[in-house]
């Protein structure tokens, strides 16, 4: 408890020291313990310890009285205050101390599966960063454009024969987008895909599900080659050259503070799928901020069910800790492994979205990463 001392007047040349309790940083612990009632005391503590001036020599006397009753109370709030820091410190210590059995358990999934392919769980702290990952990303963002110019125009060329004969699907301008993604990325880090054998026809409608971890999950997913339309934000769709892309591509725009676009959003979902065009969607609702999964949202499992389609859950590994949330201006080398899970079918989306994300969330602990 810090405790600050100055000096007031008590009258004509007489002065005693006052105790102000810096309380306020204590108030909402306080609260949050305790209640309004013990804020409320605290509060009259800290008024009743509050200097005295302007008092005659007359009140010297009643000021000693006043002074040694707000010591007490001072002495009652200390004491409050140190049962409020041990009640806070003991909860923190046993969230770290359950984050830890949680990791530990990851950690023993992992060796017991006998993964060959475990990068770190964690996202690396800012304060690793270097000057040679900033390089790599300003690099691989200066690619990423110049690999784009080109490509775009070739977008340009077909766009007038796709919109004629391929509008729903738009089959050429996913090869080029799969082209882009394969030229961009091979320059930088390796991508390993497993479960080929799982992804359904090219013709045929599904809902794609994987977890979220970085900026380059979307184009690790581009290079499944399969026309698919993702959601992203409506500002992306102006960025030049890339935004532009994806809106010749078809891919679908979302207000995300917007009610009523994301209710448009899953009805547009809803008609692609039923014409047999498939639809990839991140349901954590974007990226991961700790590393770990978070918890599904059901709006993809609905058109799924609703659609009659299947559900083919992805697991994206390693992209976080080459290019973690926040970090985007840097880049490490290494590899992003992508999992392709055998497609779920039922009419329930509740158990569509319970399935997706057992199996997402049972690889990723047997690789190491950790799950909410």
């Given amino acids: 408890m810090m405790v600050a001392c100055r000096t007031g007047r008590v009258g004509p040349g007489i002065t005693r020291p006052s105790i102000v309790s810096r309380s306020e940083s204590f108030r909402q612990p306080l609260v949050a313990a305790y209640g309004l009632a013990g804020a409320s005391r605290l509060d009259s503590t800290s008024k009743s310890s509050r200097p005295l001036s302007g008092l005659g020599t007359r009140s010297v006397t009643q000021v000693s009285l006043s002074s040694s009753h707000s010591s007490l109370q001072g002495s009652l709030a200390l004491q409050a205050h140190h049962k409020v820091l041990y009640h806070l410190g003991h909860v923190c210590e046993e969230r770290n101390r359950n984050a830890g059995i949680r990791c530990h358990a990851a950690a023993a999934s992992s060796a017991q599966g006998g993964a060959a392919f475990e990068p770190d769980a964690a996202a690396p702290p800012a304060s690793d960063v270097n000057l040679a990952q900033k390089v790599r990303a300003i690099l691989f963002y200066l690619t990423t454009f110049a690999v784009a110019i080109p490509l775009f125009v070739v977008m340009l060329i077909l766009q007038p024969f796709v919109l004629l004969l391929d509008k729903q699907r738009r089959r050429a301008q996913h090869l080029v987008n799969k082209v882009w993604a394969i030229l961009t990325t091979s320059l930088f880090y390796k991508t390993e895909i497993e479960g080929w054998e799982n ?168 690789h190491g990463l950790p799950v909410h």
């Avoid at 503070?257 to 969607?281: A, N, P």
């Avoid at 609702?285 to 609905?302: E, L, N, Q």
């Avoid at 492994?337 to 158990?351: F, L, Q, T």
């Fill in 199 to 366: 992804l359904p026809a090219s013709d045929e409608g599904a809902v794609y599900v994987a977890n979220h971890q970085s900026f380059l999950d979307i184009y690790t997913l581009f290079q499944l080659g399969r026309p698919f339309k993702f959601i992203s934000k409506t500002s992306n769709f102006l960025i030049p050259i890339i935004g532009w892309s994806m809106y010749m591509t078809g891919h679908i725009p979302l207000k995300r503070m917007d009610k009523r676009s994301q209710l448009e959003c899953l009805k547009t979902c809803m008609k692609l799928v039923k014409e047999g065009v498939s639809v990839l969607f991140f349901p954590e609702g974007t990226r991961t901020t700790d590393g770990a999964m978070a918890a599904f949202k059901k709006g993809a499992f609905s058109v799924a069910a609703k659609g009659g389609v299947p559900v083919v859950p992805i697991t994206l590994i390693g992209s976080g800790k080459l290019m973690p949330n926040g970090l985007e201006y840097t880049l490490r080398p290494g590899v992003v492994k992508m999992i392709v899970h055998p497609a779920i079918r039922s009419k329930n989306a509740d158990e569509l979205c319970d399935q997706s994300r057992k199996v997402i969330a049972e690889t990723l602990i047997k």
